[in-house]
């Protein structure tokens, strides 16, 4: 299988600070663009119809802007990416159990300007990080 999703979110804000003298009504528009693209293959009916093995790909990738108007502060960029990687075995033990095997690996990074240059007072509180996830399962049906 393959897919494709693309999600844009626009939004308009009005803000005032009617305690601040001079501080004018102004308006911050945000545009986020989302796109994720994916791939994934199986193959069942492995070793005497037994077994399952699926593997799926994922990228994604976010980009946020934002812009003011009447002098309002105009705020830097945001990105983010993600890829991820997942790998599925299936085995039937019986006619009635499973034992299912998954492994995923997943790469996340982002560029906010809300924490960059911060880690002086901050700290690092970026979101990125890097993964893996392992488990085994057993499914037993009544």
Known sequence: HVFYNQQIIRSEQQQANSDVVGWNRYTTKLKDDITTIGFGVSKERLLDDKLSISFDYSYSQADSKSSTTSGGYQYP???????????????????????????????????????????????????????LYGGVYWKYRF
């Open 77 to 131: 960029d945001n990105e983010a990416n993600s890829y991820r990687f997942e790998v599925i075995a299936d085995y039937e033990v019986s006619e009635n159990q499973n034992v299912q095997l998954n492994l995923r690996y997943e790469d996340y990074s982002e560029e906010d300007y809300l924490f960059n240059n911060e880690t002086g007072t901050m700290g690092d509180v970026l979101q990125s990080y890097e993964g």
